[in-house]
């Protein structure tokens, strides 16, 4: 069931996203390709049409993880969950603005990727 | 010119004399303006005084009439000597004016212009007539309009330094109400005398009781001035006090007018001084009047103030105080005025230097919780390749421990207290994700955290939460094998007002067996727990009764005070 879904990793740190594309597939799930940037991610989003994106808010560029997040959920139903739980006042209510599944803290352990990955996909199924 | 001898001729010429050198001493030995003043004074009472020995030693009318005319130019100038001299010594030397004294001059002058043309209108005296007094004659006057005019005048301007000086002795402190009692009495002796005199009430014999009255008048002069040293040292020592503040000092009276300021004072509002005393507050600080007047009560405030100057804006620190005499009425108000421009910059500068230094500290935490999030990770990617599982198992744990420091910089980074974390919400945070990673092996185990608020600075908080870490996964892991049901608790608590900290872990699993010493173990939790313990100057208590539970006693400089959680 886990193998059918497809995780993009949004990090900008190399060996964070590494570790959580690691954690993924070990989990179960397709995790294809992992990206630096907003942009990257939003050309990986289009390309393969992921379940679920696990989006850092700082990232490389110009364009941050919220940002990213709004031109891809707008013509997506794609699940997001940022990948930072404490950010200042004014970044999280932008980030709340597109209704994320979740916000993990890093760092993270499996178990708390997997009730992100369960919370998002309940949400999905429910919309 | 024919004279006579009566019994006052000497005594009243001895008395002139004495007036006179008392004059000469006051000039000579102290030269402030209120001694100038006061010899001036008494200069003009000893020609009075000379004129009226005179005018009673003539023996005839012409000699009398001349020597009478002559005590003019000394009596005239008296009361208007009188009230400036009051004036300088109650201190409204701002006051006297060379335009006002000319003002109050006219009369004088005009009186006295009218005793040496009476022969030819008769307005100062209708008839003179010699009476014997026993072996001498005394001159008699029948007084005409100009003499009732300046009697009048001259009785109002004494009234109204007796006035002034007898408010002064009912409100002034010891010093001033002694000084001032002595020109009261210098004041109001001749003022009475001179008025019991013109009511001819015969006062020593119906001779002259002004000039008279005259000698306590002098007396009381010379011993306000010489006793309270009233002319050199105290207004002196007030000036210089006044003007070397470095803080504005403006006295209004009760009617809110300026009477007396000082040098920084008109620095700091950019005003004249000469030509604002006597005026409204309104009119002397506009800017500010309107709040002052909502502000002046009956007790010591403060008002911060911004107010254009010369085009820069400076900040005015305004205190204002009442003036409040024995009888509790509020009869002035002293405000201080400091400018605080200078003092406002720099704490403005410190503050922002403060808030960038706090952003860069949070940077800091942001950037250690990263790179603890990146060894986290390696650890992790490494374990990928692990098969054992008690190496997994270490690897595991070793994650733990980043993830317990990760998130002390995690909630300094985001807490406006760069300095120290709330623990106990901490402890929930730290336990609770705990639970989360070991809920493979534990199902049914109940996690419960009692904690208060409790403030701990970051070398307290990291060692603290590294033993929940290692005691809470040690829980987790041996205490409820084979899907044991239990509770685990996590509890801090501060001692109230005092800096003593105790920190207990417990469960009611299994418990440890009775054959292992703590603080002597392979298990390298164990070993971190009596390390970090010791770290923070704690002690280690453990309890084996009905599960396990460690208690860390330990003792921290008073933090802030605590209150129970919600």
Avoid at chain 2, 145 to 161: E, K, P
Avoid at chain 2, 268 to 278: C, P, R, T
Avoid at chain 2, 386 to 405: E, G, H, K, W, Y
Avoid at chain 2, 487 to 496: A, D, G, P
Wanted: charged content about 20%.
């Amino acid at each position: 069931m886990t193998d059918t879904i497809t995780i993009l990793v949004v990090e900008d740190e190399a060996i964070v996203a590494l570790d959580l594309q690691s954690r993924l597939r070990r989990l179960g799930y397709l995790v294809p390709e992992t990206a630096a940037s907003g942009t990257e991610a939003i050309q990986l989003a289009e390309q393969l049409q992921p379940d679920l994106i696990f989006m850092d808010i700082g990232l490389q560029g110009t364009m941050d993880g919220i940002e990213a997040a709004e031109q891809i959920c707008a013509c997506s139903t794609v699940q997001v969950v940022f990948l930072t739980a404490y950010a200042d006042a004014n970044t999280r209510q932008r980030a709340e603005f597109i209704a994320p599944a979740s916000f993990l803290s890093k760092p993270f352990a499996d178990e708390e990727v997997l009730t992100a990955i369960k919370t998002a996909l309940s949400k999905r199924n429910e919309s | 010119m024919t004279w006579q001898y009566t019994p006052l001729t000497v005594p009243l010429l001895m008395v002139a004399v004495i007036v006179i050198f008392l004059a000469i001493y006051l000039r000579v030995l102290q030269g402030t303006p209120i001694v100038r003043h006061a010899a001036l004074l008494l200069l003009a009472d000893a020609l009075w005084l000379i004129a009226v020995t005179l005018e009673l030693a003539g023996g005839d009318l012409s000699t009398k009439i001349f020597w009478n005319k002559v005590q003019y130019f000394g009596s005239v100038f008296v009361p208007l000597g009188w009230l400036l001299l009051t004036l300088r010594v109650l201190g409204y030397s701002e006051w006297i004016k060379p335009m006002r004294i000319m003002g109050l001059s006219f009369i004088p002058v005009l009186t006295l212009i009218a005793v040496w043309t009476n022969e030819r209108h008769g307005l100062v005296w209708t008839s003179h007539e010699l009476r014997q007094l026993g072996s001498f004659s005394v001159l008699i006057n029948e007084r005409g309009i100009i003499f009732w005019v300046y009697f009048v005048y001259a009785s109002i301007l004494v009234a109204c330094a007796v006035i002034m000086l007898f408010r002064t002795v009912t409100r002034e402190r010891e010093l001033y109400k002694g000084q001032a009692s002595a020109f009261l009495v210098g004041g109001l002796v001749p003022l009475a005398v001179g008025i019991l005199d013109v009511a001819r009430q015969d006062l020593v014999g119906g001779l002259y009781a002004v000039p008279l009255a005259m000698i306590v008048s002098v007396v009381a002069i010379v011993w306000g001035i010489v006793h309270f040293r009233s002319g050199d040292i105290v207004p002196i020592a007030r000036k210089l006090v006044m003007e070397s503040l470095s803080d504005g000092v403006l006295v209004f009276d009760q009617g809110l007018r300026l009477v007396d300021m000082n040098t920084a004072a008109k620095n700091s509002l950019q005003i004249g001084q000469q030509g604002h005393i006597g005026k409204l507050i309104t009119e002397v600080w506009p800017e500010v009047a309107e709040h002052l007047a909502h502000e002046l009560h009956f007790s010591d405030h403060f008002i911060n103030f911004v107010m254009q100057s010369s085009g820069v804006e400076r900040t005015l620190d305004v205190r204002c105080s009442p003036l409040v005499d024995w009888r509790h009425t509020v009869i002035g108000w002293v405000i201080v005025v400091r400018d605080i421009t200078e003092q406002t910059s720099s704490t403005n500068r410190l503050q922002a230097s403060l808030r960038e230094k706090e952003v860069l500290l949070k940077e800091i935490h942001h950037r250690v919780k990263n790179n603890l999030q990146i060894i986290a990770s390696l650890l992790n990617l490494q374990s990928s390749s692990i098969d054992d599982p008690l190496t997994l198992a270490q690897f595991q744990d070793s994650q733990n421990r980043v993830r317990s420091m990760a998130l002390i910089h995690e909630r300094l980074y985001r807490s406006d207290d760069l300095a120290q974390i709330d623990f106990g919400s901490y402890v929930r945070d730290l336990a609770g994700s705990l639970v989360q990673t070991y809920r493979g092996q534990v199902q049914n185990v109940m996690l419960k955290v009692e904690a208060d608020v409790t403030l701990l600075d970051i070398d307290t908080a990291i060692p603290c939460g590294l033993i929940v870490n290692e005691l809470v996964s040690n829980a987790l892991k041996h205490a409820f094998p084979n899907g044991l049901t239990g509770q685990i608790c996590v509890e801090i608590r501060q001692k109230q007002g005092e800096g003593e900290y105790r920190l207990v872990v417990r469960d009611n699993g299994v418990g440890m067996g009775d054959d292992v010493d703590y603080r002597n173990t392979p298990s390298l939790g164990l070993q971190l727990v009596n390390s970090l313990a010791k770290q923070i100057g704690g002690s280690v208590d453990l309890c084996r009764d009905g599960g396990t539970q460690f208690a860390i006693h330990f003792t921290r400089p008073r933090m802030n005070e605590v209150e129970p959680s919600k």
